[in-house]
Each structure stands twice: as structure tokens, then as C-alpha cells.
């Protein structure tokens, strides 16, 4: 009944140059192996406050999670859950947005070029480690961004938001760009566009209409 690390749907390199493959290795077996032993851990001390939730009911619901674990649910279960996202949303031919998506994107930023300068401001001004996100509230875009292995669903109690369900989310953490692009931050986010998974992004979408 432990959580685990999902497969990567595609090999390490396979969004070079962009994303190099040793930083999709590491932070994929690594980094994110991490955050699931340490979820395993906090759940398991918690008992049956926690056992049997999904990594979204659990962030969803902090609350629920007793005092000496909510810290700890909040930093590995965000961190199993947008990395989880993070890896699903990227593909090396992903394509454009469509349909309902594409319209939402032109109603909320004006372009296709507008919502890459929203998510770029969002992912260069969060101060420190974080994510940068695309939200949807009932089909309404909007961005923001959240510290650490925060996530807007954890709600603004724990560090979240009221802006809806995280559709796409880029990761900011040096971790997950700095063997490639050292200080670059910009840079790397820049790239991280070449890489987007429309078919995917818009699939989560569509669920919260
Ligand atoms: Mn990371």
C-alpha cells in the first residue's frame, strides 16, 4: 500500500537538449525516490489518520494529518505529487494546445506567447525553491507560484492557493536545472517550453470543466 515512484514515460535523454539526461536521472531516481521514502515514512507513523489516501487526499486535507506528521506529509507528499505531475506534463513532441484549451488560453493571457511570459514571470520571481504553476478554476487559467514542495491545492492555510486545480507545473528547485544551466534560471524555463505535453495538459484540463 506504499506510494512509489512512477516510471518516467520516456527515456532520460529523450528531452535533450533541453533537459539533459543526467538531471532527469537524478531527479527523477533521486530526488523524487526521496520524497515517496519519506512520504512512506510519515504515513506509516501516522496511522490511520493517513492510511489508505491517495497523495492527493492527503495534501488536499492537511488538516487530517496529525501534528507530528503535517509537516512532513506536506513537504514529501508535494513533492511526490508535483513531480508526479511534473514528469506527465513534459514529452519531447508535445505538440500545441487545443480545442477548449487554446481557447482558454487566448480568454486569460492573450496568447499562446502570453501564457509562456505569465509562467516565466511566475517560475523567475519565486524567491528560493518552489514551482511555478498553470491553474484551472472551472476552466478559468490563471499562474502562481508556491514555495518548496508546496502546491496551490494545499489551499492558503499551508501554503497554497484559491486559484483552482494545477494543470502544469515547472519545477524551480536548482536541482532541476542546474548541471545544464548553473545560475540560468530564465534560461532553463525558456527551454522548459520546447518540451510541454499539450495532449496531457490538456487531458487535465478538460477534468476540470
Ligand atoms: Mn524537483
Known amino acids: 500500500m506504499s506510494f512509489t515512484v512512477p516510471d518516467l514515460p520516456y527515456a532520460f535523454d529523450a528531452l535533450e ?4 539526461a543526467r538531471t532527469m536521472e537524478i531527479h527523477h531516481d533521486k530526488h523524487h525516490a526521496a520524497y515517496v521514502n519519506m512520504l512512506n515514512g510519515a504515513v506509516e507513523a501516522a496511522g490511520d489518520a493517513c492510511t489508505g489516501k491517495s497523495v492527493e487526499e492527503l495534501i488536499c486535507d492537511l488538516d487530517a494529518v496529525p501534528d507530528a506528521q503535517r509537516g512532513a506529509v506536506r513537504n514529501h507528499g508535494g513533492g511526490h505529487f508535483n513531480h508526479s505531475l511534473f514528469w506527465s506534463i513534459m514529452a519531447a513532441d508535445g505538440g500545441s494546445p487545443g480545442g477548449e484549451l ?3 488560453i487566448d480568454a486569460a493571457f492573450g496568447s499562446l506567447d502570453g501564457l509562456k511570459e505569465a509562467l516565466h514571470k511566475a517560475g523567475m520571481t519565486r524567491f ?3 514551482w511555478a504553476w498553470l491553474c484551472s478554476d472551472g476552466g478559468k487559467l490563471s499562474t502562481c507560484s508556491t514555495a518548496n514542495q508546496d502546491n496551490p491545492l494545499m489551499g492558503p492555510a499551508h501554503g497554497g492557493h484559491d486559484c483552482g486545480v494545477p494543470i502544469l507545473g ?3 528547485w536548482e536541482h532541476a536545472y542546474y548541471l545544464r544551466y548553473q545560475n540560468l534560471r530564465g534560461d532553463y524555463l525558456n527551454a522548459f517550453f520546447n518540451v510541454l505535453n499539450w495532449a496531457e495538459i490538456g487531458r487535465r484540463y478538460a477534468e476540470t470543466l
Open 102 to 104: 487554446a481557447a482558454a
Open 128 to 130: 528560493g525553491s518552489g
Open 170 to 172: 515547472v519545477d524551480v
Open 17 to 20: 537538449p533541453h533537459i539533459d
